[in-house]
């Protein structure tokens, strides 16, 4: 079992829609959660953290945590073709001070 | 510097050589990572600096991949005897001390033909 799962996609939304991005991950005592998107050919950038339990917001973007479930999602709302790229979902695992990667999520969105 | 500087951003050697490559920090990021990443594939550890030492090196693939870093600034990742599998973007991120996410640099790829 990978230590954090994520569908590869692609995931395809209409413009306007709300894209849905999921990650699980292994670690139960796993503390910190990250979402990085990750456009063709660049190198991932910081859009979401989150530490608690429930849903903490930020503009357009919403993650969502439930850590008895070992769940971590990423709402993107009125979706852009800028949105278009691979999410990755890092964790900090117990004990551990570096992040551990998803493979990520391909997000399309069609104009 | 205003981001983590990675160098160079290409570099194609023939099987066998030896490279290094180069990040220099966020300044004042005593925390460096190193990653590596293939084709279409995700994240792949290598080691964590805290400051000059690296209490976490358990991703390095071979002990042909070994990493520096000097005076809690810049970093030297380097690969001997390079393979054809070494073939990967090569990450560096830094973060301070007290906020677990990172800042990554644009990368090095890395080709050996």
């Known amino acids: 079992q990978k230590e954090v799962e994520q569908n590869s996609g692609p995931l395809s939304v209409p413009e306007g829609a709300i894209a849905s991005l999921n990650c699980t991950y292994s670690?139960?005592?796993?503390?910190?959660f990250f979402w990085y998107r990750q456009y063709s050919g660049k190198s991932p950038e910081l859009i979401m953290s989150i530490y608690s339990n429930g849903d903490k917001e930020d503009g357009r973007f919403t993650a969502q945590l439930n850590k008895a479930s070992q769940y971590v999602s990423l709402l993107i709302r009125d979706s852009q073709p800028s949105d278009s790229a691979t999410y990755l979902c890092a964790v900090k695992n117990t004990g551990r001070r570096a992040l551990t990667f998803g493979s990520g999520t391909r997000l399309q969105v069609q104009p | 510097g205003a981001g983590v500087s990675q160098s160079p951003s290409n570099k194609v050697t023939e099987k066998g050589k030896d490279v290094e490559l180069r990040c220099d920090p966020i300044?004042?990021?005593?925390?460096l990572y190193w990653y590596r990443q293939s084709l279409g594939q995700g994240l792949e550890f290598l080691i964590y600096?805290?400051?000059?030492?690296?209490?976490?090196k358990s991703g390095l693939p071979s002990d042909r991949f070994s990493a520096e870093r000097t005076g809690g600034s810049v970093s030297t990742l380097t690969i001997q005897r390079t393979q054809q599998e070494d073939s990967a973007v090569y990450l560096c991120?830094?973060?301070?001390?007290?906020?677990?996410?990172?800042?990554f640099g644009s990368g090095t790829r890395l080709t050996v033909v």
């Open positions: 300044s004042g990021h005593t925390a």
């Open positions: 670690d139960r005592g796993s503390q910190s």
């Open positions: 991120a830094s973060s301070s001390d007290n906020n677990y996410g990172y800042t």
């Open positions: 600096f805290q400051g000059n030492s690296a209490p976490d």
